[in-house]
């Protein structure tokens, strides 16, 4: 399995995905708004693109949907439950569907909502595992629920599914947000090292370079992952002082969610 992680540079920060087949030249495009540079690219690796992946609904996602089949001819794969709201889908996909990509690439469809409560993620059972997560995970951060999602359906995407996967996996999120991210973790946990490191590191990056965290880096770095830090709670509760002593997971994680929204 090929991954290509290409950078429009556009006003959303989005990222969008090639994934190929080494063997085939068979390639799944990802949220592929910038269709042209998706194209572009294919072509320049000697790559077919044969399917679409939309894993939301939003337009920032799905944009570029009819240039891309218009000039492929690719087949359009979505949650089922977007297909609606998306319109012209080939696949409607579920929990536990997998998406074959040549003869060498594989992805099991994980149904995650949060952001939208009809979102897929992709998980590649890999010798290097990878999830390509859309609006749900991003690096050091989580998606908003602002548009049709739920707080309290993420958390349970976030506890029930993803952390669940292995700590290699490397996260290829639909957007770029890590230094804003990362400044979000250091508010609540100022003495966070490892975002602290990190932050320092990207401070001059371009974010075109943004590096690929695994989710073993998540778990130091990402704040809606370490929803029983005690510096975290503390500080949440100077925000929500009617917060308990020892708040549930759960509620952490909404009033983080919560507290992100106008951060």
Avoid at 201 to 221: F, G, H, K, N
Avoid at 226 to 248: C, N
Wanted: proline share 6%; aromatic share 8%.
């Amino acid at each position: 399995m090929i991954v290509e992680r290409l950078w429009p540079g556009n006003a959303f920060r989005n990222f969008h995905y090639l994934i190929a087949c080494g063997e085939t030249g068979e390639a799944l495009a990802v949220d592929p708004l910038d269709w042209q540079l998706c194209l572009r690219t294919a072509r320049a690796r000697g790559w077919t693109i044969t399917q679409i992946l939309n894993t939301h609904e939003h337009h920032d996602h799905t944009g570029g949907n009819e240039g891309l089949r218009a000039a492929t001819g690719a087949k359009l794969l979505a949650h089922a439950g977007a297909a609606g709201r998306i319109g012209g889908i080939d696949r409607g996909l579920a929990r536990g569907d997998v998406i074959r990509i040549g003869r060498s690439a594989e992805l099991e469809c994980l149904d995650t909502p949060g952001h939208t409560m009809a979102h897929v993620c992709l998980f590649a059972h890999a010798p290097q595992p990878a999830l390509f997560c859309g609006d749900t995970l991003f690096n050091a951060g989580a998606g908003n629920c602002h548009n049709g999602g739920s707080p309290e359906k993420l958390y349970e995407t976030f506890v029930s599914q993803l952390a669940n996967l292995p700590a290699a996996t490397k996260v290829y999120p639909g957007h770029e947000y890590l230094a804003r991210n990362l400044a979000f973790t250091l508010d609540r946990e100022p003495g966070n090292d490892d975002a602290a490191r990190m932050a320092t590191s990207i401070a001059q990056l371009d974010p075109a370079a943004a590096p690929v965290t695994t989710l073993a880096d998540e778990m130091r770095i990402n704040t809606f992952f370490r929803l029983g830090s005690a510096t975290l709670i503390a500080r949440l509760r100077e925000k929500f002082p009617e917060l308990p002593a020892q708040p549930d997971p759960r509620t952490v994680f909404v009033k983080l969610r919560e507290l992100r929204n106008s951060w």
